[in-house]
Each structure stands twice: as structure tokens, then as C-alpha cells.
């Protein structure tokens, strides 16, 4: 077959648009957008809404949980302060303050639940104190060079305790006073101790048996004299004196801090105590500035001299039993 120039065109033209048509069509970008970054955002958006809501409610518990605590801890008081024992006067305490005085073994006993009242007390706070100081104790250790000063020399250090030891036995043993010898060496109770003296009892003031001594001065025994109208000699020569005397002891060491506590504890603002006169007894009530007055008529003006074997109370008036006044 012969082709013509011009069918030859025709035909090539034909294959072109047969091939062209075969081609698969090159993408345009207008007819496939891509994807844009706006498109992920609900994804994201809701992914972090998902943590907000989570918080929200966290702090929304929070709140909740503090008041629940709060109720709990407010119940745990309540029970606490409901179960709190309360301390009712005893029935020891109630005998205390009837009218029947104080003799000399019931006011020890009063004296050593006091005392006792007060080691516990006393225990109680060295116990808390010690605790800081044990456990620092604990963690500190001895270091090298304190050891060889410790061991330096211990024959050396037993003699120097010694020494020590015997210095102050003799400085104690120097100390130690009567209520007689701290009386006559005090110098304002010269007509008290003439008057022990004349009555015979200069034994009972130096004993081993402790002893209050409610002590007047002498111008308390001149004031006494005065209203008496008696001079010092008539009052040694009394029939009475040791009675007289005897109703200003004590059987018993009453420092004046235990005397307010027990005067603390009666119902009627007095403490009677049990004299060493027989049958004879003394009214203690409180003074003025927190002091003590003897029968409510003498002061104690000075408190708390001890001796060996006893204390001495100042006072500023004699005191007579009934049957003397």
C-alpha cells in the first residue's frame, strides 16, 4: 500500500493522540488539594480536652477531700475530748478537809502524795527532756583524740575524786544544823530560846525527830509581855511555858509550799493541824501575798529555814492555846 504524505501525517497524528490518550492524566494540584494542617486540629483539640477535664475534676475532688478530712478530724476531737477522763475530787481529798485536824502521821501521808505527785511530774518531764539528748548520744561517737586524754591517768583521777569526795563530806558535815543551833545563831530569838531552855525543851529542838517550828521573835515575845504585863522573868517562870511552846511544833518537816497545798485542798479555806500539845491544834489560812496566817492573828513574815531536822516559819506573834487566851 502506498501512503501519501499527507495520510502519512494523518496517521502519525492519530498514534499521537492513541499514545497521549493511553498516558494515565497528570495530577493537578487544584483537583487534589492536600491535606492542610487545619485538618488535624479537632484531633488535637480533643485530645487536650480530654487532660482539662481530668484536672477540672482533680481540683474538683481536692476540695472534697479536704472537707472529708476536716469532718474526720473534727470527729476524731470530739471523741477525743468526749473520752478525756475528768478528775473528780477524790474521797482522800474530802477527808482532808474536814473539820478533825491533821495529826502528825496523816499529814506525812498527805506530804508524801504530794511528794509523790510531783516525782511522777518531775519523771515525766525528765523523760521528755532526755529523749533529744539520748538520741544525739546515740549518734555521736567518741573521736581518736579524746580517747587518749580519758585513759591519761586514772590513778591520778581516782585521787582527785577522792580528795574531792572528802572536801565535801566536810563541808556537809560542817553544814549540818539544828533548829537550835539556827536559832541561836540567827540572834532575833534569844527569849524564844531561854524560854526552851527554862522549859526543858532544848532536847526536842535538837533531835533527830523532824520538826515545824512556828518561831516567834523577840518582839514578838516583848508584844506578848506587854498585854501579858508581865516581865521576860515571870514568863520563864510560868507554870505553862512548855505548853505554850509545845503548841508552836509540828511533828512532821511541813515546808510552806506543801502547806499551801494542802490548804489548797480544804473546802473551808483552813488547815488544822495536830499540835505537839497534846489535845491542841492550829488554823492555818492564807495570807496576804500568798502567805499564811497562824490562828488569824500571827503572820508568817519568813518561810522554809531548814534544818537537819526540821524547817522553821517566822511568825510575828506568839501563840497561845485556848485555855491561855
Keep these: 500500500m502506498r501512503f501519501t504524505p499527507r495520510s502519512l501525517l494523518t496517521l502519525l497524528l492519530v498514534l499521537v493522540l492513541v499514545l497521549a490518550a493511553c498516558q494515565p492524566a497528570t495530577p493537578v494540584a487544584t483537583v487534589t488539594p492536600r491535606p492542610t494542617e487545619a485538618e488535624p486540629e479537632p484531633t488535637t483539640v480533643a485530645a487536650a480536652d ?25 470527729e476524731t476531737d470530739a471523741a477525743d475530748s468526749t473520752e478525756t477522763p475528768v478528775v473528780e475530787p477524790t474521797d482522800e481529798a474530802t477527808e482532808d478537809s474536814g473539820v478533825s485536824p491533821l495529826g502528825a502521821e496523816e499529814t506525812r501521808e498527805a506530804m508524801a502524795e504530794l511528794t509523790e505527785e510531783a516525782r511522777a511530774t518531775e519523771e515525766a518531764m525528765a523523760t521528755e527532756a532526755a529523749t533529744p539528748t539520748e538520741e544525739a548520744t546515740i549518734t555521736e561517737e567518741p573521736t581518736e583524740e579524746a580517747s587518749p586524754t580519758a585513759e591519761a591517768s586514772p590513778e591520778v583521777t581516782r585521787e582527785a575524786v577522792a580528795e574531792a569526795t572528802a572536801e565535801a563530806t566536810t563541808e556537809t ?4 544544823r539544828t533548829i537550835a543551833d539556827i536559832a541561836e545563831q540567827d540572834g532575833q530569838f534569844t527569849i524564844l530560846l531561854s524560854a526552851v531552855e527554862a522549859a526543858g525543851l532544848t532536847s526536842v529542838l535538837t533531835a533527830g525527830e523532824p520538826l515545824t517550828v512556828f518561831a516567834p521573835t523577840d518582839e514578838a515575845f516583848e508584844a506578848l509581855l506587854e498585854t501579858l504585863g508581865i516581865t521576860a522573868d515571870e514568863l520563864l517562870a510560868r507554870e505553862d511555858l512548855a505548853d505554850i511552846l509545845m503548841y508552836h511544833l509540828i ?10 497545798a494542802l490548804l489548797s485542798r480544804q473546802t473551808d479555806d483552813t488547815l488544822t493541824l495536830e499540835t505537839l500539845l497534846e489535845g491542841q491544834s ?3 489560812t492564807a495570807g496576804d501575798d ?7 492573828t500571827a503572820t508568817v513574815v519568813l518561810a522554809d529555814v531548814h534544818a537537819d531536822n526540821g524547817v522553821i516559819h517566822v511568825i510575828d506573834q506568839v501563840l497561845l492555846p485556848p485555855s491561855d487566851e
Design 50 to 74: 480530654a487532660p482539662t477535664e481530668e484536672a477540672t475534676d482533680a481540683l474538683v475532688a481536692v476540695p472534697t477531700e479536704v472537707e472529708e478530712a476536716t469532718e474526720e478530724a473534727a
Design 290 to 296: 500568798d502567805g499564811l496566817m497562824i490562828n488569824g
Design 251 to 260: 511533828g512532821a518537816e511541813i515546808p510552806a509550799d506543801t502547806l499551801q
Design 173 to 176: 558535815a560542817d553544814a549540818r
Design 282 to 284: 492550829i488554823d492555818i
